[in-house]
């Protein structure tokens, strides 16, 4: 059967997906992304750069329907974020887990979690380092509706 983009109609319209008809499950989806920076930025960030970050990444999850075209708004449950450094690959590791109990899932959420914080840390440090690489964002599993999924 060949797979179809929800958001283009038969004309090639873009339209938002209809739920109405969709049952409310609890809905999970976690995301991951990494920022590789130097090792003056791995000495020199503290735990107010990811307070700072954390915060514009549960922002960013509240507000994923502004930003995205024709995603649903959505009544969050539960965002959190975590922060992993790794002083050995000069990486911050970012982990979001967004829930909500509604039609539709919050993998968007997740992902534009992840991003938003990880942008965030590119700013608060391009002044010490301009060579940092915003890599691997991705989702890692979504849980709710009728399909679930998890990476590999």
């Known amino acids: 059967m060949k797979k179809i983009l ?3 109609d038969k ?3 873009a339209k938002i997906v209809n739920i109405t008809k969709k049952k409310e499950t609890n809905r999970k989806a976690i995301a991951f992304g990494c920022i590789k920076v130097s090792a003056e930025v791995i000495s020199i960030i503290q735990s107010s750069t990811n307070k700072v970050a954390k915060i514009a990444g549960i922002m960013a999850a509240k507000n994923t329907s502004n930003l995205i075209p024709l995603c649903h708004p959505l009544i969050i ?3 959190d974020l ?3 450094i790794n002083s050995e690959k000069n990486k911050i590791d970012v ?3 967004v ?3 509604g039609k539709t899932g919050v993998e968007i959420e997740s992902l534009t979690a992840v991003s938003v914080s990880l942008l965030t840390i590119y700013d ?3 002044a010490v380092d301009k060579s940092m690489e915003i890599k691997e964002i991705y989702l890692l ?3 709710g509706g009728k399909e679930n999924f998890t990476k590999s």
Do not use: L, R, W, Y
Request: charged share 30%; with cysteine; proline share 0%.
């Open 82 to 84: 975590k922060f992993s």
């Open 124 to 126: 608060m440090c391009k």
């Open 141 to 143: 599993s979504k849980v």
């Open 6 to 8: 929800t958001h283009i």
């Open 95 to 97: 982990k979001a887990t």
């Open 77 to 79: 449950d539960n965002i």
């Open 11 to 13: 004309k090639g319209n």
């Open 99 to 101: 829930e909500c109990f």
